[in-house]
């Protein structure tokens, strides 16, 4: 199995000096990100405010890590398709919250970017597992989406172990991914579950030297995963 991804959240950075936070974690070599993770929300969908495309945009020009934008936000039919355009890496949606979930696969995949399909904890799986064909990331949430710095729901692993079967025998192909709570008490259990991608704000962020924790979590993840 491939090395474990570790996509730093950006909701737990500085927000006046985002480009200096992002190259904490690029530089070359073990402590460098795989991903950026950067948290769109519109205080409709979830209860908070963050960013939008603009943000987004000036974060393209300033890095060359990939964006893992993952719009918590109501008419993504609409919005999305705006941050592949502008070069985002991979853009996920909530299924809670689109229309014709195919369709927006379509049309991101159409402007050149992975499409990522998120589920809340409370969401179930199995009624998505076709729509799930037409998408390249799953990101499972593993706390309720709005604010970093919550505590992890292991619940959800359930949901993980079933993605992870259904990669593994071909069924879907997918890089299954975590979002909440993951720090080095929590990333083991989620490894092991089998995550590819670790979403983690707060504990890069809030960390000393934001690079070592990556390396740190990469690290742990990677003694924990099934090979
Ligand atoms: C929560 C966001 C997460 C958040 C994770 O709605 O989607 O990406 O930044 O933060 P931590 O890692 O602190 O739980
Ligand atoms: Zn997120």
Redesign the pocket.
């Known amino acids: 199995m491939a090395s474990p991804l570790i996509a730093p ?4 950075a500085d927000f006046a000096r985002l480009g200096e936070e992002i190259a904490a974690v690029a530089h070359p070599g073990d402590t460098r990100a795989d991903w950026v ?1 950067v ?1 769109v ?1 519109d205080a409709h969908f ?1 209860p ?1 405010l963050t960013l939008g495309l603009p943000v987004v945009q000036s974060l393209l020009k300033s890095t060359d890590l990939p964006l893992d934008c ?1 719009l ?1 936000i109501e008419d993504p039919d609409r919005w999305a398709i705006g941050y592949a355009e502008a070069g985002a890496y991979n853009v996920t949606v909530h299924v809670e919250a689109a229309a014709d979930p195919v369709k927006l696969a379509k049309n991101l995949r159409a402007a050149g970017a992975k499409a990522g399909l998120s589920i809340k904890p409370g969401t179930p799986l199995e009624p998505h597992l076709e729509t799930l064909k037409h998408y390249d990331t799953l990101l499972v ?10 505590s ?1 729901i292991a619940d959800v692993l359930e949901k993980v172990r079933t993605a992870r079967r259904l990669v593994d025998t071909g069924h879907l192909k997918l890089v299954v991914e975590i ?5 080095a008490d929590t990333i083991e259990q989620a490894a092991e579950a089998g995550v590819d991608c670790f ?6 962020y ?1 960390a000393e030297d934001p690079g070592r924790a990556v390396a740190a979590l990469r690290e742990q993840a990677a003694r924990l995963r099934v090979s």
Request: aromatic share 6%; charged share 10%; proline share 3%.
């Open positions: 959240s950006i909701l737990s993770h948290d929300m979830v908070n993952h918590m949430m593993s706390v309720e989406p709005g604010f970093g710095g919550q992890f979002d909440g709570g993951i720090n979403v983690a704000g707060s504990a890069v809030g």
